[in-house]
């Protein structure tokens, strides 16, 4: 099995190990841009989830302030580039707030992360409809937006015959009215209580700074056994597919 993760930074494991969000953040890896930082997402429960699956492969995806469009954009740039892998190839993706948003910057040819915090860097002419974006945020419209953006890709997803299994982050869609039947291809969507910071919390679990959001490498293998459950539980993997020693 082959296993591919994308989320933001509770995929790429951010502070898990190390009090980094991006691998450039330290000087011994400045040259490896924005991915998880290595001693983080050894102990990511992305790579603990393989390990616990014998997965032959590990990718992920995921980057510390990426958007839920970044997200969905690089899952289908993966499947586009990796056509051969698909059939052997589980799919577990997280999903961040719903709010958040990538502008495509064409002259240095890079996309911004963008969220309603009010403090994110962007180009000097980009200033102004980042402070309308922070202010005019619409969370409903926003939360709307991303139910069907995320249904769209699990159908796709379907379509390849693509097995994968999403889960929420921090944000649910609790407050949606028009739920879809996503089988088992998705935990509880509409729980607030199984979204993943809220099951670390209610098992005990603290973030690894006073104000932060991130949890340590001992949340991360607990989600990473919580989630291999859901899986045997509902049949999505078999047990002889997972190695016993």
């Avoid at 898990?16 to 983080?40: M, R, S, T």
């Avoid at 922070?134 to 937006?145: F, S």
């Avoid at 944000?171 to 935990?187: A, G, M, R």
Wanted: net charge negative; hydrophobic share 35%; aromatic share 14%.
């Amino acid at each position: 099995m082959i296993l591919y993760v994308n989320g933001c930074s509770h995929t790429a494991a951010c502070d898990a190990n190390v009090e980094h969000a991006w691998a450039e953040d330290d000087p011994d890896y400045y040259g490896w841009g924005q991915v998880p930082h290595p001693e983080n997402l050894k102990v990511s429960w992305g790579k603990k989830l393989s390990e616990m699956l014998g997965a032959t492969e590990f990718y992920c995806d995921a980057q510390s302030g990426g958007s839920n469009p970044r997200i969905i954009r690089t899952t289908r740039e993966w499947i586009k580039n990796n056509s051969d892998k698909l059939a052997n190839t589980f799919m577990v993706i997280q999903w961040t707030t719903w709010e958040r948003e990538e502008w495509f910057h064409a002259e240095s040819n890079y996309w911004y992360q963008v969220n309603a915090s009010g403090i994110d860097m962007v180009p000097p002419e980009w200033q102004d409809r980042y402070k309308q974006y922070v202010t005019e945020v619409d969370w409903h419209q926003k939360t709307q937006q991303a139910h069907q953006a995320i249904w769209e890709l699990h159908c796709e997803l379907k379509a390849q015959s693509i097995r994968h299994l999403f889960f929420s982050g921090h944000s649910t869609f609790s407050d949606i009215q028009d739920q879809k039947d996503w089988e088992v291809d998705y935990i509880d969507p509409y729980l607030r209580s199984s979204s993943y910071n809220a099951v670390l919390e209610n098992n005990g679990f603290e973030h690894t700074r006073p104000f932060g959001y991130h949890f340590g490498k001992e949340a991360h293998c607990f989600w990473a056994k919580h989630v291999l459950q859901y899986m045997l539980n509902n049949q999505i993997v078999s047990a002889d597919e997972i190695p016993t020693d």
